[in-house]
């Protein structure tokens, strides 16, 4: 059971637009900690999608971009294409002393 | 720049110490943090440790119990020890370095990871 929580899956058809959700609680992402978020394609390691709340790695499009409120967390991708499908984790900092993960969502382009 | 290559046996029985060290190439390990994160088959992430180059750690407290996280700055390497295994900790494992800035940290790069089973 991951401390912040994601939808197991998200789809969308190519072009299209997808939000995925990262919801966590006062002691983390309501704490005020950053969010930060990774992606995974099939057989890799987990790579930095979005750093320090809204940062983009140099290279990565503008069609990522992020949003918070409260205990939230929001990523969401526009004009979705084939090489998106993977999975996606949210991370943050939790007072219990312990840097914390989603369960991550995989994203299915149709 | 950065690249890290975890190492170690694949197979570990029950009970016994799953060991595995993180090899940094491309800059030093100096002045940084460095961390490891698993991810059981079919399952999310999950932070065990970190260790900055000066030897201090800071533990997963679900963890800390059965983790010990070492460096060695002469070989540009960080080591990880867990005890007492069970099949629950069936996983792959990724070293990252650990970065930390006004606050806020996050992990890049990864290693390519390592599967570690633990079974008789």
């Known amino acids: 059971q991951s401390v912040l929580t994601q939808p197991p899956s998200v789809s969308g058809a190519p072009g299209q637009r997808v939000t995925i959700s990262c919801t966590g609680s006062s002691s983390n992402i309501g704490a005020g900690y950053d969010v930060h978020w990774y992606q995974q394609l099939p057989r890799t390691a987990p790579k930095l999608l979005i750093y320090?709340?809204?940062n983009r790695p140099s290279g990565l499009p503008d069609r990522f971009s992020v949003s918070k409120s409260g205990t939230s967390a929001f990523l969401a991708i526009s004009g979705l294409q084939a090489e998106d499908e993977g999975d996606y984790y949210c991370?943050?900092?939790?007072?219990?002393?312990?840097?914390?993960f989603g369960g991550g969502t995989k994203l299915t382009v149709l | 720049q950065v690249q890290l290559q975890e190492s170690g046996p694949g197979l570990v029985k029950p009970s016994e110490t799953l060991s595995l060290t993180c090899t940094v190439s491309g800059g030093s390990i100096n002045n940084y943090y460095w961390s490891w994160i698993r991810q059981p088959p079919g399952k999310g992430l999950e932070w065990i440790g970190y260790i900055y180059y000066s030897g201090s750690t800071h533990y997963n407290p679900s963890l800390k119990s059965r983790v010990t996280v070492s460096v060695d700055t002469s070989k540009n390497q960080f080591s990880l020890n867990l005890t007492s295994v069970t099949a629950a900790d069936t996983a792959v494992y990724y070293c990252?370095?650990?970065?930390?800035?006004?606050?806020?940290?996050?992990?890049?790069?990864w290693g390519q990871g390592a599967l570690v089973t633990v079974s008789s």
């Open positions: 320090g709340n809204s």
């Open positions: 990252a370095k650990q970065v930390t800035t006004s606050g806020t940290n996050w992990f890049d790069p």
């Open positions: 991370q943050s900092y939790d007072s219990s002393g312990s840097w914390v």
